[in-house]
């Protein structure tokens, strides 16, 4: 089991570029989320899905849009980077929650800078 | 808006002794959990206590929840220098979202 992957690893962007973060889990969870992690405010959610095809906004959705083609991938879209995108950003994905199942699964980040 | 906040913000100890850290969170809750961060990783779930809960152990690790004075507190016994890592207590109210606070820093010093 591989868990959560994200891919890249780590992007420069200059601003006005766009790309796409791919977010892939082997686990067969219903639930998956994207975050940004910035020095001092900790993780905020983006954008989360819960299941295929369905999508929703989250604490900061401005500025990014998402897809939930395939139940194992969710893919983080940036239109037209700015310099507030700069940040590490994070995939998580959890089950349908039942009993103490309610943990979330963490990829290893990818670190995006825009200048 | 973040739910909950941890304190302190930086904790530094010497390897064996207890390390506790502590999270308050504005809304009602029906889950908390606390998880790991080590540095440039991803989030790692550590333990969960549901709202009817007061106290939960896994390992060296002791979680409480006060729900009437929504707090929480994470002790970690005898320290090693590998647990090293920010750690950050996450509040769900719900069955999948969960709100994260800024975490806190603990060096364990060898």
């Known amino acids: 089991n591989a868990g959560v992957t994200q891919t890249p690893k780590f992007r420069v962007l200059k601003t006005g570029q766009s790309m796409t973060l791919l977010c892939a889990q082997d686990?067969?969870?219903?639930?998956m989320y994207w975050y940004r992690q910035d020095p001092g405010m900790g993780l905020r959610l983006i954008h989360y899905s819960v299941g295929e095809g369905t999508t929703a906004k989250g604490e900061v959705p401005d500025g990014y849009n998402v897809s939930r083609l395939k139940k194992q991938n969710f893919l983080l879209g940036l239109e037209s980077a700015a310099p507030s995108q700069t940040s590490v950003y994070f995939c998580?994905?959890?089950?349908?929650?039942?009993?103490?199942?309610?943990?979330?699964?963490f990829g290893p980040g990818t670190r995006l800078t825009v200048t | 808006s973040q739910q909950g906040e941890e304190d302190p913000q930086a904790l530094s100890i010497q390897e064996g002794e207890n390390a506790t850290m502590n999270c308050s969170y504005k809304t009602s809750i029906n889950n908390l959990q606390w998880y790991r961060q080590n540095s440039g990783r991803g989030l790692v779930h550590l333990i969960l206590i549901r709202s009817n809960e007061r106290e939960k152990h896994s390992g060296r690790l002791r979680v409480t929840l006060d729900t009437s004075k929504k707090s929480s507190s994470l002790l970690i016994t005898a320290s090693r220098a590998a647990d090293t890592a920010s750690y950050f207590c996450?509040?769900?109210?719900?069955?999948?979202?969960?709100?994260f606070g800024k975490g806190t820093k603990l060096s364990v010093i060898p």
């Open positions: 686990m067969n969870h219903e639930y």
């Open positions: 996450a509040t769900g109210a719900g069955s999948y979202q969960l709100t």
């Open positions: 998580a994905s959890s089950p349908r929650a039942s009993g103490d199942r309610y943990e979330q699964y």
